[in-house]
């Protein structure tokens, strides 16, 4: 067995094509996602009993079902839901069904990332030391001063290496989205392949694509991290 | 100057400060001495607004607030009064400690940049940190940790300074350091309150002197009556304790 090289050149220029969309997907859910899931973790740590209860039933839903699933669920049950509310609740002739499918994928990833976040967030904020909360109150910072200048700053950083992991996991799952006929990176490396059953040499290549995108990320966290961790380095004298 | 009366705190079904007054004036030098368990912390805590008292009242300048209902706004306006130092410092770890003390002072009182960092500098040589104006937490020791607390707390010029067991924290050879700094504090004419362990402290530096136990003020007198005439058992019993052999125990 020889593989098409001539094939593998192609294909990487046009799958290359599906970069921006599989990007955008990362960066879009993960733009809707952060200050979601920041709140949610503020609401897990805080003392309100209702909003406790529904965002841990909210994260627990999230990671009892597969992604797939999930999927599945808002690519065949949203529209057809929307459609009736549109057209009977509403009584509008909007049809629903022109919306581009890119914007059920930023549903699902977004709702999917912001429970992973929101428990990221929480684990992060647990390890600054509630005694600096009351040195900022103290000193007559307000909560939100203190928060914003002194506990979110410390928080970010011990919340950046599993950070990085839920980016990297959210470009990689956002290769689910050819599922809802968004043409990202597998989905048009999957349509190149059907056409002359190069499927071995389609899926080289994105392997090697998504491997580049997810190392760049990895190493822009890792550079991010030591330039915002610089007040934990010990000099040794 | 300042007075809390009645103080109760308790927690859940342990009732820590049973009705406790106190009362400083301006230049005094309180030391709050007693065992573990006690309630000094929390009168301390209660005092800042750290922990929300049940019951009490605090008399700040003629105005008097309840402990239990204040406001936001009364909550934010008398701590703005007083400065407190941590038993663990509590600085700020993403900040040096010239960025420590700028917090107080640039943005929790708007003070003009120019303004705030000449005072900055000048606390921290205050507190013989000047070389260390640029370091990070992470990288001084405990006691110098400490100083730093004590910057961050004088720095805003405090009506009153607020001490939770400051040393406790320490080794024991650090300890000296940050008592130093404190004695200058109070020849300075700072109004402190201590919560302490270091008998010698408040024997040198005390101008009034409060023995706690079981939540409630037992005795309180100059250092001289606390210590060498001691009226209530209690208080006998807990200098014998912590200074055996010290302590002499006469009628």
């Given at each position: 067995?020889?593989?098409?090289?001539?094939?593998?050149?192609?294909?990487?220029?046009?799958?290359?094509?599906?970069?921006?969309?599989?990007?955008?997907?990362?960066?879009?859910?993960?733009?809707?996602?952060?200050?979601?899931?920041?709140?949610?973790?503020?609401?897990?740590?805080?003392?309100?009993?209702?909003?406790?209860?529904?965002?841990?039933?909210?994260?627990?839903?999230?990671?009892?079902?597969?992604?797939?699933?999930?999927?599945?669920?808002?690519?065949?049950?949203?529209?057809?839901?929307?459609?009736?509310?549109?057209?009977?609740?509403?009584?509008?002739?909007?049809?629903?069904?022109?919306?581009?499918?890119?914007?059920?994928?930023?549903?699902?990833?977004?709702?999917?990332?912001?429970?992973?976040?929101?428990?990221?967030?929480?684990?992060?904020?647990?390890?600054?030391?509630?005694g600096?909360?009351?040195?900022?109150?103290?000193?007559?910072?307000?909560?939100?001063?203190?928060?914003?200048?002194?506990?979110?700053?410390?928080?970010?950083?011990?919340?950046?290496?599993?950070?990085?992991?839920?980016?990297?996991?959210?470009?990689?799952?956002?290769?689910?989205?050819?599922?809802?006929?968004?043409?990202?990176?597998?989905?048009?490396?999957?349509?190149?392949?059907?056409?002359?059953?190069?499927?071995?040499?389609?899926?080289?290549?994105?392997?090697?694509?998504?491997?580049?995108?997810?190392?760049?990320?990895?190493?822009?966290?890792?550079?991010?991290?030591?330039?915002?961790?610089?007040?934990?380095?010990?000099?040794?004298? | 100057?300042?007075?809390?009366?009645?103080v109760?705190k308790s927690f859940g079904?342990n009732e820590i400060l049973k009705?406790v007054?106190?009362?400083?004036?301006?230049?005094?030098?309180?030391v709050i001495l007693g065992p573990s368990g006690s309630g000094k912390t929390t009168l301390l805590r209660c005092i800042?607004?750290l922990e929300?008292?049940?019951?009490?009242?605090?008399?700040?300048?003629?105005?008097?607030?309840?402990?239990?209902?204040?406001?936001?706004?009364?909550?934010?306006?008398?701590?703005?009064?007083?400065?407190?130092v941590f038993q663990n410092?509590?600085?700020?770890?993403?900040?040096?400690?010239?960025?420590?003390?700028?917090?107080?002072?640039?943005?929790?009182?708007?003070?003009?940049?120019?303004?705030?960092?000449?005072?900055?500098?000048?606390?921290?040589?205050?507190?013989?940190?000047?070389?260390?104006?640029?370091?990070?937490?992470?990288?001084?020791?405990?006691?110098?940790?400490?100083?730093?607390?004590?910057?961050?707390?004088?720095?805003?010029?405090?009506?009153?300074?607020l001490f939770d067991e400051p040393t406790s924290a320490l080794?024991p050879?650090?300890v000296?350091?940050?008592?130093?700094?404190?004695?200058?504090?109070?020849?300075?004419?700072?109004?402190?309150v201590v919560v302490t362990h270091e008998m010698?402290f408040a024997?040198?530096?005390?101008?009034?002197v409060i023995f706690m136990d079981g939540g409630v003020v037992v005795e309180?007198?100059?250092?001289?009556?606390v210590?060498?005439?001691?009226?209530e058992a209690r208080t006998v019993q807990f200098l014998r304790n912590i200074m055996p052999?010290?302590f002499?125990?006469?009628?």
């Amino acid at each position: 067995m020889t593989l098409n090289l001539q094939f593998m050149k192609e294909t990487l220029v046009s799958t290359a094509a599906g970069i921006p969309t599989t990007l955008g997907l990362t960066c879009v859910a993960l733009l809707i996602s952060l200050p979601a899931g920041f709140f949610m973790a503020l609401g897990k740590l805080g003392n309100r009993k209702t909003a406790k209860r529904l965002i841990s039933f909210y994260v627990s839903f999230v990671r009892g079902t597969p992604i797939v699933l999930q999927i599945l669920f808002v690519y065949s049950l949203l529209p057809s839901l929307l459609n009736h509310i549109v057209k009977n609740v509403l009584g509008m002739s909007w049809n629903v069904f022109n919306i581009n499918p890119i914007f059920y994928a930023f549903f699902v990833f977004s709702f999917n990332t912001a429970a992973v976040l929101s428990e990221t967030f929480r684990s992060a904020l647990l390890t600054v030391s509630h005694g600096q909360m009351e040195a900022a109150l103290s000193v007559g910072l307000s909560r939100t001063q203190a928060y914003v200048r002194i506990i979110i700053p410390q928080a970010l950083v011990a919340a950046l290496p599993n950070l990085c992991n839920a980016t990297v996991n959210l470009l990689k799952s956002t290769s689910l989205a050819y599922m809802m006929t968004v043409k990202d990176i597998t989905a048009i490396a999957k349509l190149n392949a059907a056409r002359g059953y190069n499927y071995i040499e389609a899926y080289l290549v994105i392997f090697i694509i998504y491997i580049l995108l997810c190392t760049t990320v990895q190493l822009l966290f890792y550079a991010t991290e030591s330039v915002l961790s610089g007040y934990k380095r010990r000099i040794t004298i | 100057m300042l007075q809390v009366k009645n103080v109760h705190k308790s927690f859940g079904s342990n009732e820590i400060l049973k009705g406790v007054s106190l009362e400083v004036k301006k230049g005094d030098i309180v030391v709050i001495l007693g065992p573990s368990g006690s309630g000094k912390t929390t009168l301390l805590r209660c005092i800042d607004f750290l922990e929300r008292a049940d019951q009490g009242s605090i008399l700040f300048d003629g105005i008097e607030t309840d402990m239990h209902s204040a406001s936001k706004a009364n909550i934010a306006r008398l701590r703005k009064k007083m400065g407190f130092v941590f038993q663990n410092y509590n600085l700020f770890a993403n900040r040096t400690a010239f960025g420590n003390v700028m917090e107080g002072l640039a943005i929790a009182r708007k003070i003009p940049k120019a303004e705030a960092e000449a005072r900055a500098r000048e606390v921290l040589d205050q507190v013989g940190l000047s070389d260390r104006r640029d370091y990070y937490p992470s990288q001084l020791s405990g006691g110098q940790q400490q100083r730093v607390g004590i910057a961050r707390a004088i720095a805003p010029r405090p009506d009153v300074i607020l001490f939770d067991e400051p040393t406790s924290a320490l080794d024991p050879e650090l300890v000296g350091e940050v008592l130093n700094v404190m004695k200058s504090l109070a020849r300075s004419g700072s109004t402190m309150v201590v919560v302490t362990h270091e008998m010698q402290f408040a024997r040198d530096v005390a101008t009034k002197v409060i023995f706690m136990d079981g939540g409630v003020v037992v005795e309180e007198g100059t250092p001289k009556e606390v210590f060498s005439h001691p009226k209530e058992a209690r208080t006998v019993q807990f200098l014998r304790n912590i200074m055996p052999g010290e302590f002499d125990y006469s009628i």
